[in-house]
Nanobody
Framework: QVQLVESGGGLVQAGGSLRLSCAAS????????RVWFRQAPGKEREFVAAISWSDTTVYANSVKGRFTISGDSAKNTVYLQMNSLKPEDTAVYYCAAKTGRIITTTPDEYNYWGQGTQVTVSS
């Protein structure tokens, strides 16, 4: 079992930055595919970024060049650095993980989830 706890959300003006953290306990996090999803009010949960066990990264087109996902195996934590934030980035951001080497962008394929952290970007 893996328990995930997100932190770092908040209110920021457009153009600003935030760094989200996802701390894992229970297992060595680096052996999992780790991903960030987000869900805005009235919308489906959508893929944001992922990092594999080999540190391969994948990004949604909407955040490419602005967001960076990274992992710290010593701290068993994955981060999402978000720069040049836009109002349309406003959502609850969720950290998720699954065993295996394959990164997928489908929420249903991830079996470990954090509680979510709110990110609000004002215009």
């Amino acid at each position: 079992q893996v328990q995930l706890v997100e932190s770092g959300g908040g209110l920021v003006q457009a153009g600003g930055s935030l760094r989200l953290s996802c701390a894992a306990s229970g297992r060595t996090f680096g052996n999992y595919a780790r991903v960030w999803f987000r869900q805005a009010p009235g919308k489906e949960r959508e893929f944001v970024a992922a990092i594999s066990w080999s540190d391969t990264t994948v990004y949604a087109n909407s955040v490419k060049g602005r967001f960076t996902i990274s992992g710290d195996s010593a701290k068993n934590t994955v981060y999402l650095q978000m720069n040049s934030l836009k109002p349309e980035d406003t959502a609850v951001y969720y950290c998720a993980a699954k065993t295996g080497r394959i990164i997928t962008t489908t929420p249903d394929e991830y079996n470990y989830w954090g509680q979510g952290t709110q990110v609000t970007v004002s215009s």
